[in-house]
């Protein structure tokens, strides 16, 4: 008959931690320093201060934030009450933050006024259904929370969430349409954190610096550096210099990346002057990472790349480990690793069939730890997860050695000629030259081929690469179908705000008013 079990809620799995290891230094760097034992009185002092307040579970909180323990605390202990937490990117517009405190029905904002106080006051105006705001710090508007944890005097922290709650409402980054809720009750959020503790390589004493919005993937690895009793370190703000010089001066032993953020760090002039020895874990996701630069990378700073790959939806699906980042198999710098131990993957055709093994076809997943489904919208959660399957909109192949090698997105296929073919793969090429700093390939119209292959070049500095040789070059790898027919040099890429190159955006400029969607 076995044994009832609905799982564990995010407060169970990290007030273990908080409690485990106590006198510890759980957080440090923007914001302060907070041991575990400090941390969890705070998260007790919030939920005091919500329940005055009338916050109750099943409602929607929204932050606005920059990396710091303060607001990530006042995640948790709102999640332990049973809320559901979306969290706003820093770098989202005005226009994108309204939109999803409405469509995700928020009841409280919490703003860190500090860095977002002009943003917060804009959205307190404007979002009418908002029941009430919380700032951290002071303001004219709304209700610190700071202040108020201060006068409430200690109050032990409980959890009161139920596993049916939901917990956790991420909103997709909008590169091919209108921002998606994806929801997750808390078995799936804790499957998540499982999965990343069984296959991710975290150093035996981890100092995580989450300089990557924790809003988004940077934050998905607290819980697992929390229950390992490391100590995470916050940074506001990316800057290369300044984190080379952290790595350096805090000790830091693990961080997560997006390729430009690793693209900047090679080219900084300080990366030669900086001892970065402790670092033993480069985590690096969120799009794809030229195989020429991730060679400069693994030469420069060391044998400590780790690639992440998975999506809004589901997190994490494959892991490539840093024993795979092996110069002596270049091929599988190319590839995205193998599956997570906790997710089964197929790669399917547009009828769910299987493909055969060695062809493209879409990653579809099944786990605990994917999306519950999209928040309103079951017409695109049914084609989402149809067939009982993730459908990630990611084409790849599979080798015999069951390495996943992401060709492209489905949307961001070109059609020329009537041939498919997938931008992915001509900028791999196209970065493999040592004047490419960045390159990303799109479609545009075309009266004889429908759609023609375009880069657009970001040349390292003080550089020129010829045209002609980039395009010889594509031609020479992937043959005349997959060469550019025009190559366009510009100082820098679009990308959205978690880092990925804007391929929406840098189409609008050429489709619009054309008849395709830009989406």
């Known amino acids: 008959m076995g044994v009832p079990y609905d799982g564990l809620t995010v407060g169970d799995l990290l007030f273990r931690a908080f409690r485990r290891h106590g006198d510890k230094v759980a957080f440090d760097g923007y914001g302060g320093r907070y041991t575990y034992r400090a941390a969890l009185d705070l998260i007790g002092r919030y939920q005091a201060v919500y329940k005055r307040l009338g916050i109750r579970r099943g409602q929607h909180i929204a932050m606005l934030n920059a990396n710091r323990a303060e607001a990530y605390l006042a995640g948790v202990a709102a999640q332990a009450l049973g809320l559901c937490m979306t969290p706003l990117h820093t770098l989202g517009s005005l226009a994108d933050h309204q939109f999803i405190l409405e469509d995700s029905e928020t009841d409280w904002l919490l703003v860190d006024v500090e860095n977002y106080a002009v943003r917060g006051r804009e959205l307190a105006e404007k979002v009418d259904r908002l029941t009430g705001v919380l700032t951290l710090g002071p303001a004219d508007y709304g209700t610190d929370l700071r202040a108020?944890?201060?006068?409430?005097?200690?109050?032990?922290?409980?959890?009161?969430?139920?596993?049916?709650?939901?917990?956790?409402?991420?909103?997709?980054?909008?590169?091919?349409?209108?921002?998606?809720?994806?929801?997750?009750?808390?078995?799936?959020?804790?499957?998540?954190?499982?999965?990343?503790?069984?296959?991710?390589?975290?150093?035996?004493?981890?100092?995580?610096?989450?300089?990557?919005?924790?809003?988004?993937?940077?934050?998905?690895?607290?819980?697992?550096?929390?229950?390992?009793?490391?100590?995470?370190?916050?940074?506001?703000?990316?800057?290369?210099?300044?984190?080379?010089?952290?790595?350096?001066?805090?000790?830091?032993?693990?961080?997560?990346?997006?390729?430009?953020?690793?693209?900047?760090?090679?080219?900084?002039?300080?990366?030669?002057?900086?001892?970065?020895?402790?670092?033993?874990?480069?985590?690096?996701?969120?799009?794809?990472?030229?195989?020429?630069?991730?060679?400069?990378?693994?030469?420069?700073?060391?044998?400590?790349?780790?690639?992440?790959?998975?999506?809004?939806?589901g997190y994490p699906i494959s892991v490539l480990s840093k024993a795979d980042h092996d110069a002596s198999q270049p091929e599988l710098f190319a590839s995205c690793g193998h599956p997570n131990a906790s997710v089964q993957v197929r790669l399917l055709d547009d009828d769910l069939n299987e493909v055969p093994e060695g062809e493209p076809g879409e990653i579809c997943v099944r786990s605990r730890q994917i999306m519950d489904g999209y928040w309103k919208r079951p017409e695109q959660t049914e084609e989402t997860l149809r067939g009982g399957w993730l459908h990630t909109g990611d084409v790849a192949r599979l080798d015999d050695r069951g390495f996943l090698y992401i060709v492209d997105r489905k949307k961001d296929m070109i059609v020329s000629g009537g041939f498919n073919v997938f931008p992915r793969e001509i900028e791999d090429v196209l970065t493999s030259h040592g004047d490419v700093a960045m390159a990303a390939v799109i479609g545009v119209p075309d009266e004889k081929w429908g759609e023609a292959v375009k880069a657009i070049i970001v040349a390292r500095p003080g550089t020129q690469p010829d045209p002609e040789v980039l395009m010889r070059m594509v031609r020479d790898s992937k043959g005349a179908v997959h060469a550019p027919k025009s190559v366009e040099f510009v100082d820098e890429i679009p990308v959205t705000p978690i880092g990925k190159p804007d391929k929406k955006a840098i189409r609008a400029r050429f489709w619009e008013g054309k008849g395709r969607l830009v989406g």
């Open 148 to 313: 108020a944890a201060e006068d409430i005097g200690a109050v032990t922290a409980v959890v009161e969430a139920e596993t049916s709650d939901r917990v956790w409402l991420s909103y997709t980054g909008g590169t091919t349409g209108q921002p998606k809720g994806a929801v997750r009750t808390h078995p799936a959020f804790v499957a998540m954190a499982n999965a990343i503790l069984a296959d991710f390589e975290f150093p035996d004493f981890t100092n995580y610096l989450a300089v990557a919005p924790i809003s988004h993937v940077g934050g998905t690895k607290l819980p697992a550096v929390l229950h390992l009793g490391g100590t995470v370190t916050f940074m506001n703000g990316f800057d290369p210099g300044k984190v080379l010089t952290t790595i350096e001066q805090e000790r830091i032993s693990m961080t997560l990346l997006v390729p430009t953020m690793i693209y900047m760090l090679l080219d900084s002039p300080e990366l030669e002057k900086r001892d970065l020895s402790s670092l033993e874990y480069l985590l690096y996701g969120a799009s794809p990472m030229s195989p020429t630069r991730l060679v400069e990378g693994i030469e420069r700073i060391g044998p400590v790349f780790g690639q992440l790959y998975g999506q809004t939806e």
